[in-house]
């Protein structure tokens, strides 16, 4: 159950805070704001406005957490190397947590038929003392709400031990950002009043803002040749098309008559023996060519080929294969329990640099958490903190500022408001960025 700094750009997207943002053709059931319980509640209707009657909302004091938690919203609760989480923004992963465990669930119960039905209540909350695989859920929850929470530490950490801080344009483009959120809510008291109900303060909204322009910085770091967080492109990184003649039908699965399958071997021998011949300044061309008219392999882009590392789950015959050539090179024949292919391993774009140089710093920032998650220093105080309690007063909270969307609605969004609840996590769009790269 737990995410790693990898997800990190997703978890910054789910606060809500960013969604729409000088973009108006965001879906308002994409904000993925456990302030609104909206999204994540399988009792919640999916289509409800962030900003919506957040004028009519009365005016609040203080934190949503502190009554909740039992803690100053301030306290530092997390810490790690001089940095850390206050209480307001542990309660708001805490929140968060919660309300993406259980639509999780209820997504998981739909589609097994019922299979943690004896974790569910009939309403679609969850029952917080059941376990999954063994683990308390509440246990679950308390480890993806520090593990998200100390991302932001880590993030903020290595960016600093590399010097980067956020630019005068990053700035100017955050004030921006925040002036089109406020426009967006309808007004500073409703942006306030929004806050509120996610117990957020404007300190901690501007330093989850500022996260994602770190990382694009970190990014920019891990491209660059001369910097420490640079790791060149290993042999395994391979962009590699293919011809697959198949062996098996596509649909079934079932595997072709002793002829048919003869027939296919003589067509990649036939198919290979042009390619062989092809003049080298034309075989990519050609290979394309042909890998349009003669391959059968159904998930093949339209980017002509696949980028693959040693963790892919390509079938080993081919990866194997991919790996032993060089760019520009053509395989002989390889055979696997698809069928024939013919290999054409290929130059690394641009694009693809990019995306190594974004999954190594991942995987590195990933080190980065995992030592961090063992050397924080963690308050006594969350111990004390009961899950399932929490989570339900601050439900009840919600609903007792939001009547409107305690309504028969609930009924519809168990049924099918899970899936695009669970699915707006797991394809983000980064926020501060300018191409939406999350990667």
Not at 113 to 142: C, F, H
Request: proline residues 4%; charged residues 25%; aromatic residues 6%.
């Amino acid at each position: 159950m737990k995410k790693t700094v990898s997800g990190l750009l997703a978890l910054i997207l789910a606060l809500g805070l960013f969604a729409g943002c000088g973009d108006q053709t965001k879906a308002p059931d994409q904000t993925d704001d456990p302030g609104q319980d909206q999204t994540d509640d399988p009792g919640q209707d999916q289509t409800d406005d962030p900003g919506q009657d957040q004028t009519d909302a009365p005016s609040r004091e203080g934190n949503i957490y502190q009554d909740l938690l039992g803690l100053d919203p301030s306290e530092t609760v997390l810490e790690d190397n001089g940095n850390g989480i206050p209480a307001e923004l542990y309660g708001y992963w805490l929140t968060y947590s919660c309300s993406y465990l259980e639509s999780q669930l209820s997504m998981m119960n739909m589609y097994s038929g019922g299979m943690y039905s004896e974790l569910i209540n009939e309403d679609g909350t969850v029952k917080w003392d059941g376990e999954l695989e063994g683990v308390p859920l509440a246990q679950i929850a308390r480890e993806q709400t520090e593990s998200n929470a100390m991302s932001y530490v880590v993030l903020e950490n290595v960016s600093a031990a590399h010097n980067i801080t956020l630019t005068a344009e990053d700035k100017a483009d955050l004030e921006k950002e925040r002036a089109a959120y406020i426009e967006q809510m309808g007004g500073q008291e409703s942006f306030e009043q929004n806050l509120w109900e996610m117990g957020v303060s404007e300190e901690s909204f501007d330093r989850i803002s500022a996260s994602g322009y770190l990382y694009q910085h970190l990014l920019e770091l891990a491209q660059d040749p001369d910097s420490s967080l640079y790791q060149a492109p290993a042999d395994t990184d391979a962009y590699v098309d293919h011809i697959l003649l198949a062996t098996k039908d596509t649909e079934t699965n079932e595997s072709l008559s002793e002829e048919e399958i003869a027939e296919k071997k003589a067509k990649a021998d036939e198919l290979l023996a042009q390619l062989q011949a092809a003049d080298p300044s034309e075989l990519e061309d050609l290979f394309t060519q042909l890998a349009g008219e003669n391959g059968e392999d159904p998930g093949r882009d339209s980017a002509n080929g696949y980028l693959i590392n040693a963790d892919t789950s390509f079938v080993q015959e081919f990866k194997d294969a991919a790996f032993a050539l060089r760019p520009g090179e053509l395989s002989g024949i390889v055979e696997s329990d698809y069928g024939y292919h013919i290999l054409l391993r290929k130059e690394l774009t641009e694009d693809h640099l990019i995306s190594i140089a974004g999954q190594n710093l991942a995987n590195y920032l990933d080190g980065q958490l995992a030592a961090a998650m063992e050397s924080m220093t963690r308050s006594e105080k969350l111990d004390s903190i009961d899950v399932g309690s929490f989570f339900t007063a601050y439900r009840e909270t919600i609903m007792a500022l939001h009547p409107e969307l305690n309504t028969e609605n609930q009924t519809e969004g168990a049924e099918d408001g899970e899936a695009d609840a669970a699915g707006d996590d797991a394809d983000p769009v980064t926020p501060g960025s300018t191409d939406g790269t999350a990667e």
